[in-house]
């Protein structure tokens, strides 16, 4: 009797010390604020609590959208146990724990278990195999949440084994109704107070959808309050509890973008001190920095491509670094790519490579192989000769590579900078030397 009664004390207290978003935690699915596509009447969620037929899911989507929340409710409307591991702090051996508590489970109380694994996305590919038999055979289901593209960060045999679940970012109007549901609660977690016009809004418009950081900001907002000795939240008050937050970063939304399109664009724009201060923002915001990695191999090929080959050489070391030593040591590697990507000569001849053949493709959608060109392996039949470079002074023969209907294809111009002027310089040769060649074989065969 005594052990329950301090064991519920200690609970009630660590309820009061968890942070508001926690404590006003809705408790039904009809409570959630937004994601009527999923949990109104005809939502595939509400379907699923409904039925009582809980399938394993990857919850995606931006921060503080209800995915944590919803895997609660709907373990709980199960009557499953429910069990919240977060991937960065979760081993193979916490899995197998909770697998052989799973297995144990059904066999003395005929229950299953809900395994909600945040942040999957950082879970290894041989991690994320280990869950795999123990979805297939039942053992627990699992729900999974991350705010990254499941696509890319989680590999094709777990995605084949789950429901994809796509959580949308909340409008400011959703927002609102959120902070003004928590205001009304207020005496619950503050006491009596009044709050100005806009205070609401002016959360809603700064936290770009995430319903956590909103509550968490107005939490922190009454506690400054109770610290200037006031109960009145006002704007002004509001913008001094946004120094705190002037990092930031929301990884899936309009903020992301922004400060992406601004690094990407400092490197094109050859300005390395502003590519290395962007960069670190995103960092300091929560990035992912394998987002930036990514980013940095992109550019290397398509800002500066030949100008400096080396240069996605660098991007894919620090791409290697970073997942050989992770963070924040590789922070280092990662600066060192960005500098060199800025500093380097520019050319953007690849991407515009691309763009012709684009419209190559368009033109000849299916031009045959001239036929010295063919494999002579599986058809010994061919008659044309194939001349070999390396037997012609300086490695080269004049000969086309394309059927004569597509005249003279000049897919690639390389710019003037960098190490491409050097191949600016071969190619024109090489090309004045196939016209010749063209206009040599255009007389003789007029003279025939």
């Given at each position: 009797?005594?052990?329950?009664?301090?064991?519920?004390?200690?609970?009630?207290?660590?309820?009061?010390?968890?942070?508001?978003?926690?404590?006003?935690?809705?408790r039904q699915l009809?409570?959630?604020?937004?994601?009527?596509?999923?949990?109104?009447?005809?939502?595939?969620?509400?379907?699923?609590?409904?039925?009582?037929?809980?399938?394993?899911?990857?919850?995606?989507?931006?921060?503080?959208?209800?995915?944590?929340?919803?895997?609660?409710?709907?373990?709980?409307?199960?009557?499953?146990?429910?069990?919240?591991?977060?991937?960065?702090?979760?081993?193979?051996?916490?899995?197998?724990?909770?697998?052989?508590?799973?297995?144990?489970?059904?066999?003395?109380?005929?229950?299953?278990?809900?395994?909600?694994?945040?942040?999957?996305?950082?879970?290894?590919?041989?991690?994320?195999?280990?869950?795999?038999?123990?979805?297939?055979?039942?053992?627990?289901?699992?729900?999974?949440?991350?705010?990254?593209?499941?696509?890319?960060?989680?590999?094709?045999?777990?995605?084949?084994?789950?429901?994809?679940?796509?959580?949308?970012?909340?409008?400011?109007?959703?927002?609102?109704?959120?902070?003004?549901?928590?205001?009304?609660?207020?005496?619950?977690?503050?006491?009596?107070?009044?709050?100005?016009?806009?205070?609401?809004?002016?959360?809603?418009?700064?936290?770009?959808?995430?319903?956590?950081?909103?509550?968490?900001?107005?939490?922190?907002?009454?506690?400054?309050?109770?610290?200037?000795?006031?109960?009145?939240?006002?704007?002004?008050?509001?913008?001094?509890?946004?120094?705190?937050?002037?990092?930031?970063?929301?990884?899936?939304?309009?903020?992301?973008?922004?400060?992406?399109?601004?690094?990407?664009?400092?490197?094109?724009?050859?300005?390395?001190?502003?590519?290395?201060?962007?960069?670190?923002?995103?960092?300091?915001?929560?990035?992912?920095?394998?987002?930036?990695?990514?980013?940095?191999?992109v550019h290397a090929?398509?800002?500066?491509?030949?100008?400096?080959?080396?240069?996605?050489?660098?991007?894919?070391?620090?791409?290697?670094?970073?997942?050989?030593?992770?963070?924040?040591e590789a922070r280092?590697?990662?600066?060192?790519?960005?500098?060199?990507?800025?500093?380097?000569?520019?050319?953007?001849?690849?991407?515009?490579?691309?763009?012709?053949?684009?419209?190559?493709?368009?033109?000849?959608?299916?031009?045959?192989?001239?036929?010295?060109?063919?494999?002579?392996?599986?058809?010994?039949?061919?008659?044309?000769?194939?001349?070999?470079?390396?037997?012609?002074?300086?490695?080269?023969?004049?000969?086309?590579?394309?059927?004569?209907?597509?005249?003279?294809?000049?897919?690639?111009?390389?710019?003037?900078?960098?190490?491409?002027?050097?191949?600016?310089?071969?190619?024109?040769?090489?090309?004045?030397?196939?016209?010749?060649?063209?206009?040599?074989?255009?007389?003789?065969?007029?003279?025939?």
């Open positions: 009797m005594a052990d329950d009664l301090f064991s519920q004390l200690g609970a009630d207290e660590r309820h009061k010390a968890a942070p508001l978003a926690s404590r006003l935690r809705p009809e409570e959630i604020v937004g994601q009527d596509h999923l949990i109104g009447q005809d939502g595939l969620l509400t379907a699923m609590a409904r039925a009582h037929s809980l399938r394993s899911s990857i919850f995606y989507g931006p921060p503080g959208t209800g995915k944590t929340t919803v895997a609660e409710i709907l373990a709980r409307s199960q009557g499953w146990a429910y069990v919240a591991l977060s991937a960065v702090a979760t081993g193979i051996q916490d899995i197998r724990k909770v697998a052989d508590q799973a297995r144990d489970r059904w066999g003395m109380e005929s229950r299953g278990t809900v395994l909600f694994l945040d942040e999957i996305h950082r879970f290894s590919k041989s991690q994320q195999d280990v869950l795999l038999p123990y979805i297939e055979d039942g053992t627990f289901v699992l729900l999974g949440a991350t705010t990254e593209n499941p696509w890319v960060s989680l590999n094709n045999a777990l995605l084949s084994r789950c429901l994809l679940v796509e959580f949308r970012s909340l409008t400011p109007a959703e927002v609102v109704v959120i902070l003004q549901r928590a205001w009304a609660r207020r005496h619950e977690w503050w006491h009596e107070g009044i709050a100005d016009n806009g205070v609401f809004e002016a959360i809603a418009r700064r936290v770009h959808g995430d319903a956590r950081l909103a509550l968490t900001i107005l939490e922190r907002a009454t506690l400054l309050a109770d610290s200037l000795g006031v109960a009145h939240l006002t704007v002004p008050l509001l913008d001094r509890v946004w120094q705190d937050f002037a990092h930031y970063y929301d990884a899936q939304g309009d903020y992301h973008y922004d400060l992406a399109s601004a690094f990407i664009k400092s490197i094109r724009g050859s300005d390395p001190d502003a590519a290395l201060y962007w960069m670190g923002r995103m960092l300091q915001g929560g990035e992912d920095p394998r987002f930036i990695a990514r980013r940095l191999l090929a398509e800002d500066i491509g030949l100008a400096d080959p080396r240069a996605l050489l660098v991007a894919h070391a620090a791409t290697f670094a970073l997942e050989t030593v992770g963070m924040p280092i590697p990662l600066a060192e790519a960005v500098l060199y990507l800025a500093t380097a000569p520019k050319s953007h001849s690849v991407v515009a490579a691309l763009a012709q053949l684009d419209d190559a493709l368009k033109r000849w959608p299916d031009a045959p192989v001239p036929e010295e060109l063919r494999d002579r392996h599986f058809n010994p039949r061919i008659q044309k000769p194939y001349r070999y470079p390396h037997d012609a002074p300086g490695h080269f023969l004049p000969d086309r590579h394309v059927p004569p209907e597509m005249g003279t294809l000049e897919l690639y111009d390389p710019s003037d900078q960098g190490e491409e002027q050097g191949i600016a310089e071969r190619l024109a040769w090489w090309r004045a030397q196939r016209a010749q060649e063209d206009q040599a074989g255009g007389a003789d065969e007029h003279k025939s």
